[in-house]
């Protein structure tokens, strides 16, 4: 069964930084390209970063341009979220799910990605 697990939220000051983790079990990471999206209350789900199944291409949201880094560890079977210099506006639950479905590159749209992780609290307040 594919399972992404997704970790590393909580509860940070503006300006700080976290690293999500989505690691996956049951199946290799290699041939998928990795998504991260996110939903604030009340708000619509919104694509923040992917990165291709080589790693070599990666997508960013504008509004986290600059200050995220999505990146992949394929022997580890995880893709990491690097966030830094934090706002208030990024909280949110923050989840990463997988695609065979892009030939290259990737495309920040949830509907083209299957399997989803469990989520991870992301909090960012004084």
């Known amino acids: 069964q594919l399972q992404l697990v997704d970790s590393g939220g909580g509860l940070v000051q503006p300006g700080g930084s976290l690293r999500l983790s989505c690691a996956a079990s049951g199946f290799t990471l290699d041939y998928y390209a990795i998504g991260w999206f996110r939903q604030a209350p009340g708000k619509e789900r919104e694509g923040v970063s992917c990165?291709?199944?080589?790693?070599?291409?990666?997508n960013y949201a504008d509004s986290v341009k600059g200050r995220f880094t999505i990146s992949r560890d394929n022997a580890k079977n995880t893709v990491y979220l690097q966030m830094n210099s934090l706002k208030p506006e990024d909280t949110a639950d923050y989840y990463c799910?997988?695609?065979?479905?892009?030939?290259?590159?990737?495309?920040?749209?949830?509907?083209?990605?299957?399997?989803w992780g469990q989520g991870t609290q992301v909090t960012v307040s004084s």
């Open positions: 990165i291709s199944a080589s790693g070599a291409s990666t």
């Open positions: 799910a997988a695609s065979r479905r892009f030939t290259r590159g990737c495309i920040l749209l949830g509907g083209l990605f299957g399997s």
